[in-house]
């Protein structure tokens, strides 16, 4: 722990006091909790960002698109509107935040998408408009806890697990450790391809000694996809890339790089969700200047590449070969298959009797 954290470990105690009162007063009744007929998964975390919500909520849909009708809702983080909105051809990041237009992008044909900050006011709306919705996923819910979810999956990273972390402003925690009980099952996120079942099982034990009872705990890395251009004129990126990011840390994707011989010659890294500006394109491009002879593209994320395709912000870089690397969710298949019979048991058992 550094010097500071202990300057601020008063404003910890005082953060922990008030996110404990609140969870008690849900937890006595005093503040309610709201069901829905229809069935809900919340994917969420205890920490603040940078728990890969956004691949897991698409690996949901690429895996239970095909056999339920489902809805994804975000609060939408990030966006220049409030209240509720439903994703349509018109949408842009700014409207309904970047990562909701990134899935609606992606998924417009499978799933329908909404944003809204009071979830309780925006699922009956999602339901008004479209009745046939089988089952709601909800996006960075975990504290939303107005809302009385049918499963609640809790993500936490293997490099920066919440056992190992501190509440805010110490560490980034949102609040304490032992909340994690509320949590359905726990998915340990951004794990390494050498992970092994010794270091499995060191995990499931450091993070059981936080549970009341014994809870599903699976792992889960990330897979990375092939390059593919963001601007007419570029088909193929050669070995060297300068990262361009606006995510909480880019480090996975720099290692990946290295890990198929490839160069990153630099490193642009801009805060989370962060909108970018003409000037940010400039220092891009002032960047791919200096290595422009050496064969260099610019690589960002999927995440990044839904604000960059602005057409004012694009055409200052259609000149330079930009790339976007897709991410997926990779699990061992046994792992997977036991994780989605839950979800899947649980949509069904919920729609054929209205309750679990």
């Known amino acids: 722990m550094r010097f500071v954290d202990f300057l601020l470990f008063p404003l910890a105690l005082i953060y922990d006091g008030i996110t404990s009162l609140r969870n008690r007063m849900f937890e006595a009744g005093l ?9 809900t998964i919340v994917v969420g975390n205890l920490a ?3 728990t890969g919500k956004t691949p897991f909520v698409e690996f ?5 698109s095909s056999s339920f009708n489902l809805a994804i809702l975000s609060r939408g983080y990030g966006r220049k509107t409030s209240g509720y909105r439903l994703a349509n051809e018109q949408s842009t990041p700014s409207e309904i935040g970047d990562e909701p237009f990134q899935v ?17 006011l925006a699922i009956p709306m999602i339901l008004a408009e479209n009745p046939e919705v089988e089952s709601i996923i909800l996006d960075d819910a975990f504290q939303h806890r107005y809302l ?3 499963l609640n999956i809790l993500l936490t990273t293997y490099k920066r697990p919440f056992f190992t972390d501190y509440l805010l402003p110490v560490g980034r925690l949102r609040e304490g450790r ?20 010794n270091e499995k099982n060191r995990f499931r034990k450091q993070i059981s000694d936080y549970l009341v009872r014994e809870k599903p705990i699976y792992f889960a890395g990330l897979k990375y996809g092939s390059p593919y251009p963001l601007n007419l004129g570029f088909s193929e990126p050669g070995d060297k890339f300068i990262l361009v990011t606006g995510i909480v840390d880019p480090e996975p994707i720099r290692l990946h790089l290295e890990g198929k011989q490839k160069v990153v010659m630099e490193t642009i890294a801009f805060p989370d969700h962060h909108s970018y500006k003409a000037k940010d394109m400039l220092r891009i491009s002032e960047v791919y200047k200096k290595y422009a002879t050496k064969n260099v593209s610019i690589l960002t ?19 330079i070969p930009v790339f976007v690397l897709p991410v997926e969710i990779d699990m061992e298949q046994k792992e997977e298959e036991q994780l989605l019979k839950i979800i899947k048991s ?10 679990i």
Not at 31 to 39: C, H, L, N, T
Not at 104 to 120: D, H, L, P
Not at 191 to 196: F, I, N, R, V
């Open 104 to 120: 609606y992008s992606k998924f417009k044909e499978k799933v329908t998408v909404a944003v809204g900050e009071e979830r309780i």
């Open 60 to 64: 949901l849909i690429n895996h239970l």
């Open 48 to 50: 603040v960002g940078g």
């Open 301 to 319: 994320t999927e995440k990044d590449a839904v604000k960059l395709k602005d057409n004012k912000l694009l055409e200052l870089v259609s000149n």
């Open 148 to 150: 009385l979810a049918d």
């Open 31 to 39: 503040k309610k909790s709201q069901p829905f007929e229809v069935p």
């Open 178 to 197: 032992r909340n994690v009980n509320r949590a359905d099952l726990i998915v340990v996120t951004k794990c390494p391809d050498t992970l092994d079942l």
């Open 346 to 355: 649980m949509i069904i058992n919920k729609n054929a009797n209205g309750e």
